[in-house]
């Protein structure tokens, strides 16, 4: 089951799991849209896999299986770049 992570661990950009704008790799590293186009290209910066859009949970479902609430930010070279060393 997915972990539907709560944030982009470039930019650290909130993303509920109702969220359109999350994209994940195959390990489900998580990513803002604008991240993952914009910075990385679509490729996952930690496994070289294709970043696609996050399935959302139906709102019953997240009362079985609540989301994620750790937050995971990465110091990628490009994130750091665009966000500044304090956003690593």
């Not at 950009?13 to 991240?35: G, H, K, Q, V």
């Not at 993952?36 to 019953?60: K, M, T, W």
């Amino acid at each position: 089951m997915l972990a539907l992570r709560p944030n982009c661990e470039c930019c650290d950009r909130d993303l509920p799991p109702d969220s359109r704008l999350a994209r994940i790799c195959t390990y489900e590293c998580t990513f803002c849209a604008d991240c993952a186009d914009d910075v990385f290209d679509g490729i996952c910066p930690n496994c070289g896999g294709e970043l696609v859009r996050r399935p959302i949970r139906p709102p019953a479902m997240l009362e079985r299986d609540p989301a994620s609430t750790e937050r995971v930010v990465k110091p990628h070279a490009p994130c750091v770049r665009q966000n500044g060393p304090e956003a690593a």
